[in-house]
């Protein structure tokens, strides 16, 4: 699994624009040659896990706070200091764990685990 590539539907940041002006990808952009000149990753914070609907467990552990998708019980969003993680429970109850930083990274990763998008 490679999450840093942008996939379509990623959000990004224009480059060009006024600091914050986010778009996400269309076909159109995957095909530019030097699409990072063109778009930068967001940073990843918690104003995007609100955006994306995910639900904050009502419980932390040793300072760790959680977030579950509500279609995809199995998929969690964590999150201890500043460094954030997500844990996925396969169908063999296999857990895989991934740390993030960027936006599109998670929808990436989402994507790979559930066949879905964000």
């Avoid at 997500?86 to 764990?97: G, I, M, P």
Wanted: hydrophobic share 30%; charged share 25%; aromatic share 18%.
């Amino acid at each position: 699994m490679n999450s840093n590539n942008f996939k379509l539907n990623n959000w990004v940041e224009i480059i060009q624009k006024k600091k914050g002006h986010y778009t996400t990808i269309q076909n159109s952009s995957l095909s530019l040659k030097n699409i990072d000149k063109v778009y930068k990753p967001v940073l990843f914070d918690e104003n995007w896990i609100e955006r994306f609907k995910f639900k904050r467990y009502p419980y932390s552990i040793a300072g760790q706070s959680g977030w579950h998708h509500p279609t995809e019980n199995k998929f969690s969003v964590l999150l201890n200091k500043k460094t954030y993680w997500v844990e996925y429970v396969d169908e063999d109850n296999f857990c895989y764990k991934e740390q993030y930083t960027y936006v599109h990274q998670l929808q990436n990763i989402f994507s790979d685990f559930t066949n879905k998008e964000l």
